[in-house]
């Protein structure tokens, strides 16, 4: 079946270390997504990419990074510079980012802690 | 900037009720809007999406309506169930295919 696949499920974070989500997808789709998840807020865009190699700043992209080497695969790195990266982050993926009648799709999400 | 927002953040129901939830947004000029669930430590699942130019769309036992000029969309979920239970998150497009989000309700349906 078609979808997007998050790994790990549950991730833990020394102080000072840089860790790798993954975000990979086998619907064909252009555009890929990264979302931040808080308690009581609503989920909040990181970064964003309309094809590969290419990709964009979100509303709060500072501490993270992503690349977009292949098609199916959109990994974020939330780095030591990220002060307060524990959260819910989920990955989406779209047919094409400017068509906007187009619905995202979402992978079961990454929960990371720190350690 | 586009504010999106749900009230109630949580509502209880006994099984078999119909129910309304609400989701108001600030900037009318929006390209469509999508509900999603979400369960419990999940992802979003996408239950539908309405176009600018749509008044509503149902799926099954859910109908969602959108009135653009007054910024609010309604889902309406009818003989409401224990498998209903979960969050419900509206998100408003503007343009390209960046979403903004609500903040969600949590529903919990009582056998």
């Known amino acids: 079946d078609g979808g997007i696949t998050q790994s790990p499920k549950y991730l833990f974070r020394k102080e000072g270390q840089n860790v790798t989500l993954s975000c990979e997808q086998n619907?064909?789709?252009?555009?890929m997504y990264w979302y931040r998840q808080d308690p009581g807020q609503g989920l909040r865009l990181i970064y964003y990419?309309?094809?590969?190699?290419?990709?964009q700043k979100g509303d709060i992209a500072e501490g993270y990074s992503v690349s977009r080497e292949k098609k199916e695969s959109f990994p974020l790195t939330v780095t030591s510079a990220q002060k307060n990266p524990t959260a819910f982050y989920l990955c989406?993926?779209?047919?094409?980012?400017?068509?906007?009648?187009?619905?995202?799709?979402f992978g079961d999400g990454t929960r990371l802690s720190i350690l | 900037k586009q504010e999106v927002t749900q009230i109630p953040a949580a509502l209880s129901v006994p099984e078999g009720e119909n129910l309304v939830l609400n989701c108001s947004f600030t900037?009318?000029?929006?390209?469509?809007l999508q509900w999603f669930r979400q369960d419990p430590g999940k992802g979003l699942t996408s239950l539908l999406l309405?176009?600018?130019?749509?008044r509503e769309q149902t799926s099954g036992r859910l109908n969602a309506s959108l009135d653009k000029s007054s910024g609010r969309s309604t889902l309406y979920i009818a003989a409401s169930q224990p498998g209903d239970s979960a969050t419900y998150l509206c998100?408003?497009?503007?343009?390209?295919?960046?979403?903004?989000f609500g903040t969600g309700t949590r529903l919990t349906v009582i056998p």
């Open positions: 989406a993926s779209s047919i094409d980012h400017w068509v906007g009648n187009q619905p995202q799709h």
């Open positions: 619907l064909n789709h252009d555009a």
């Open positions: 990419s309309q094809i590969v190699n290419d990709f």
């Open positions: 900037d009318s000029a929006i390209y469509n």
């Open positions: 309405i176009q600018s130019s749509q």
């Open positions: 998100a408003v497009h503007l343009g390209a295919n960046n979403l903004f």
